[in-house]
């Protein structure tokens, strides 16, 4: 079904807020996600040539680097090495890839990093100057509801350092979040409206894509593997088995403890649950068989090309298509998000425009 972002409300703290922009995180992401498939295969970098200088041209070429380098500045305010590493071990870890990145790719994801902080300083910028009442009490307030995800505050402070962060840094990233977000809702939300027309047309357009649930089903099999290469006795001697197991059931035999006993798939280690799935996903045969079921019924052995089945279903939905009514309140409020993230882009590239960007 339809996933809906909701509007782009720009996050800016680490650990649970990440110093990014929340509209601007898929852009950054974009070279992290390249990186992903990448080190799927290889994943580690590259190690660097070796050179035959001496070590002190190599102290020349490569110069030891900061934290607290300046790797940009945005009208004075100055945005160091910390702070774009940082928001790049966020979206990695967000991202589930591999470390370490091969170097390039590692480049290119801190150089998107780069500008979208860049990005989000402008906004802060341009927020700082709208008065906000009780701006400290929000803080306070929006720090605490951070720590409360965590288990402990030893837990939380283990993730702060994870991220390379300090209570000041906390602090100083809540506050960006509260304001931008003020200035967001008064500046751009408030604005956005989205018609009937629009979020019908929405609906319409995305009728077959989101809107409609094929008929799925889920099911535990027991499976009696065989291949290409099984021999002619060794498949009947399968099949025989799967038929005493079949036998086994219909006699009262548990099904999860058959399957981990006795299933060749790696499935066995769940009982046999494959989970949920929708027609199209298994070999027909199966399929066949298992949209079949009635809910706790089990089938005679079925035989594919992996071998030979026995299949117990646990569940079945039938098709359906969810109405317009019941998600016009979402189809607007994701089309007020994009309306309001489209503002901001606009925004951004007009102060882009005037403001004064350096990058040392």
């Known amino acids: 079904m339809f996933s809906f972002r909701k509007t782009g409300a720009p996050i800016l703290a680490a650990l649970l807020i990440v110093s990014l922009p929340a ?28 050179s035959k200088k001496r070590p002190q041209e190599q102290a020349k070429v490569q110069p030891k680097t900061s934290p607290d380098d300046v790797m940009a500045r945005v009208n004075g ?15 990695l870890a967000q991202n589930n890839v591999p470390q370490p990145l091969e170097p390039e790719i590692m480049e290119q994801a801190q ?5 979208q902080l860049i990005s989000a300083e402008l906004l802060y910028q341009e927020a700082a100057k709208l008065e906000m009442k009780d701006l400290d009490k929000l803080v306070a307030e929006k720090i605490a509801q951070n720590k409360a995800k965590f288990s402990s505050e030893a837990e939380f402070d283990q993730a702060m350092k994870g991220v390379d962060m300090t209570p000041q840094d906390m602090q100083d990233f809540s506050r960006k979040d509260i304001l931008i977000n003020n200035f967001i809702e008064k500046r751009f939300a408030a604005k956005a409206a989205v018609t009937d027309l629009e979020a019908r047309k929405f609906y319409d357009d995305n009728l ?12 535990s099999h027991i499976l009696i593997g065989i291949d290409d290469e099984t021999s002619t006795e060794d498949r009947m001697k399968a099949s025989e088995k799967a038929e005493a197991i079949w036998k086994q059931l219909k006699a009262g035999g548990d099904f999860e403890a058959i399957a981990k006993a006795d299933s060749t798939c790696p499935s066995s280690a769940q009982g046999g649950d494959l989970g949920t799935f929708s027609r199209g996903q298994m070999v027909p045969p199966f399929e066949k068989a298992a949209f079949a079921l009635m809910p706790g019924e089990i089938s005679e052995v079925v ?39 489209t503002a901001i882009n606009q925004f951004i590239t007009e102060q882009r425009k005037t403001a004064k960007i350096e990058k040392p």
Request: charged residues 35%; glycine residues 2%; hydrophobic residues 35%.
């Open 23 to 50: 509209w601007s995180v898929n852009a950054a992401e974009a070279p992290v996600k390249a990186a992903t498939k990448k080190t799927e295969v290889k994943v580690k970098a590259k190690e660097p040539a070796k």
């Open 77 to 91: 305010t100055s945005i160091t090495r910390l702070e774009v590493e940082r928001a790049v071990k966020v979206m």
């Open 111 to 115: 150089a998107a990093a780069l500008d």
């Open 208 to 219: 077959d894509k989101h809107f409609k649930k094929p008929e799925s089903a889920r099911a």
């Open 303 to 341: 035989e594919t090309d992996f071998g030979y089945h026995i299949i117990k279903l646990t569940e079945k939905q039938e098709a359906s298509t969810q109405s317009f009514n019941s998600q016009k309140e979402r189809i607007s409020e994701f089309l007020k998000g994009e309306k309001v993230q």
